[in-house]
């Protein structure tokens, strides 16, 4: 495990309100300290959750000094009483601390359809008060867990000119995980003092290349949502330009988000390998997105993975329906690792099936596509299909 | 098993020619009377099979006497000696027939990216000639199979003034489904003499509504072809307009089709569900289509499927990230079968959980999904995601 940097400016607090399972550590709060500048992106599901309505009005009207998430419940398909249940926990943790409900910013995940136990959130709060401490970022990666199987936290410690800053965040999310965003709830928060539309501005930026790099099922949440928070608390001077530090700082945050998304796909649901998709040499970056994810997202593609079979007609069928005009499959050539597998639309005379079983055959697969048509390439992350990918969304809820 | 009427100028061979498994029946000859018209459709995939880009030339140059299929190889992923390959195979059935090469459309199904065995497929050649007859339909389901657990044949007499017609096909078909096409054979044939855009006219129509409304894992293979012969054997008067001959004949042929493709999604691999999916009150069909497919092929919802969970969250999810332009998620219905489960973007208020589970206990369930924001509407026939979905593509090629 890395070493966790406590981020200057932030408590945590988390307690068992037993909202699903009795015992289960269920509700956390972040308490940000006066000064705190915070952005946020959201599911772009047109059906999305209560919370998440909430979170981006109260966002767009002031700065938050609460984040209030619980799991166990999304808060997601009840329509306008569960804006009526997410408001009433706001205006409860509002009373608590003195601030008024819409500097809180509400986060659900877990079952969907179910009202929100109100009064067990409510009941759990004087608790997770108690509770808040700067060191409690482990405690919120396993509070915020649904099917994940370990927490997922990811720090770093950067030096500038002598001085240092830190960025640490927590991400849960193991199924219903397509860009855009995953099933996901991240908080990331630094003791920087960024500008907000320059931190706005790096939380797109990193975003865009990590979750919105990583499938696991091809299906969007309801309920998904990262913030980034600047404490303003070190010393190094306010970010207001994109200068050296800034750029510094956005290089540490893209390694932050990259390396909590990879986790996630790693603790996709029945996982057991690690798919690294690199498509290159496209005319654009979206013909080289739609092929990346036309194979993570191909079943017979992900089965093919869990079988660790090197079957590369299964991808080069996929590319082939990927939707990019005018492709020309005898220009493709395929690698595994560094195994040349196919090129001219067929397999290549230098492979055998030896080397391909080889190269499947670790839990980290590299696939390299290049379409030999442009300059433009992206890398997407995804994981096989397995038995346990179909029990685990077959039982869920049951 | 439906009653099967030969079709007047068409007789069909079958052999073993052992090309992947010894004994099994692996190569179909469908011989075409003269002055039959042919028309066929094919896979939009840009990695389409040698087979596909022969049989497309042949067809735009002249009408073919013969059909070749092989199942066992799909001379896919074989470049530019996997068309000498099928060159190879007509140029022996042309010399075997007294035709022109060109004069036959080959079609081939099965692994993807193995040479041909073009020895094996020539020395089975007499063996199909000899067993040409025309009450072979049944025989010719059986030998295109691969993944199929049964054979798929619908045929269809139709009166009309007196006298009468009769439409027969076949299909194959299984995993790798997906509209343009589903990793589908097709061959149909009626004794009706048309005018070729006519039947190229209804053929698109009819594959429209049929083959392209299913899908069982979102994959598009390259090798899909369907055809559709019209012998002229018929005494009823030749089609040379859209008269109500041509009106009874295209309704019928959109019954054999869509009865085929449903043929194909309940023998789909691993299938223990037929979900219909009924999508209405948009205001293109193209929206109507991205949400049924987008429900069709989530992942979360075949596995609910499986499950014979009524989880209505994971369908409203599915609907949400359809990307359907400005929709209010509260204007939605959901009805499984009878039952209303959703509205308002939540759970109905008069929905119970055993409504819902009766509702999905059948192996044929129904969901109708109104978007209440215009008049188009569209149906599409999909499967669950079972284990052993996950097993057959796991183990097929190993």
Known sequence: ?????????????????????????????????EGTSTVGVFTRNAFCAAPVIVAKENLARTQPKYLLVNTGNANAGTGSPGIQATQATLACLADATGCTPNQILPFSTGVIGEPLPVAKIEA??????????????????????????????????????????VITGVTKGAGMIRPNMATMLSYVATDLAV???????????????????ITVDGDTSTNDACTLSA??????????????????????????????????VRDGEGATK????????????????????????SP???????????????????????????????????????????EQGRRADSYTEEQGVAAMAPTDVVLR??????????????????????????????
């Open 274 to 297: 690690f798919f690294q998709i690199e498509v290159s040499g496209g005319k654009t970056e979206q013909e080289c997105l739609d092929v990346a994810f036309t194979i993570a997202e």
């Open 231 to 264: 404490t303003a608390q070190s010393t190094l001077p306010r970010i207001e330009s994109d200068n050296e530090l800034y750029q510094v700082f956005c290089t540490a945050l893209d390694d932050v988000l990259l390396e909590l998304a990879q986790m996630m």
């Open 195 to 213: 500008d907000t539309a320059l931190l706005q501005q790096a939380l797109v930026r990193a975003v865009e290349q990590s979750y919105h790099r």
């Open 124 to 165: 759990a709060l004087p608790a997770v008060l108690a509770d808040l401490s700067a060191d409690h970022w482990l405690l919120a990666a396993e509070g915020i867990m649904t099917t994940d199987t370990r927490p997922k936290v990811v720090s770093r410690q950067v030096e500038f000119g002598g001085e240092s800053f």
């Open 1 to 33: 495990m890395t070493t966790i940097h406590p981020v200057a400016g932030v408590r945590i607090g988390i307690a068992s309100a037993g909202i699903k399972k009795v015992g289960r550590k269920d509700v956390v709060v972040f308490e940000l300290t």
């Open 369 to 398: 596509v290049s379409l030999n048509r442009g300059a433009a390439q992206t890398t997407v992350y995804t994981t096989d299909f397995s038995y346990d990918y179909v029990r685990i969304n077959a039982e869920y809820r049951t």
């Open 300 to 342: 017979l593609v992900k089965t093919a993975l869990f079988a660790s079979d090197p079957n590369w007609g299964r991808l080069l069928a996929a590319i082939g329906r990927a939707g990019v005009q005018d492709l020309v499959i005898d220009d493709v050539t395929l690698h595994l690792n560094d195994v040349l597998i196919a």
